[in-house]
């Protein structure tokens, strides 16, 4: 069966950083667009980043862009979300999805979703 699993989550201080790194199995990972979302608590889960299946091409949503970066390599079937000068505002669960195609910002257009892994960011 697929899974996706996350990693690197915890607890940072104001402008630091973290790397999240999501492990992928059970699937073609070459074939799948992957996205990272957040989902604070009380909102809605939303798209952080993603990035297509050759690693070409990606998206940031407009808090994050300059600060996040999200890469992958086919050949570890990994996918990963540098953090950088880190807000409160970051603090959120971090999931990581696959989508079979192509990239999309749409929650509701991707396939497989990990546990998440916890972000928070201390002011």
Do not use: H
């Amino acid at each position: 069966q697929v899974q996706l699993v996350e990693s690197g989550g915890g607890l940072v201080q104001a402008g630091g950083s973290l790397r999240l790194s999501c492990a992928a199995s059970g699937l073609t990972f070459s074939s799948y667009a992957m996205g990272w979302f957040r989902q604070a608590p009380g909102k809605e889960r939303v798209i952080v980043a993603a990035i297509n299946r050759s690693g070409g091409s990606t998206y940031y949503a407009g808090s994050v862009k300059g600060r996040f970066t999200i890469s992958r390599d086919n050949a570890k079937n990994a996918v990963y979300l540098q953090m950088s000068s880190l807000k409160p505002e970051d603090t959120a669960v971090y999931y990581c999805a696959a989508r079979n195609g192509w990239l999309s910002t749409t929650f509701g257009s991707y396939n497989y979703w990990g546990q998440g892994t916890q972000v928070t960011v201390s002011s």
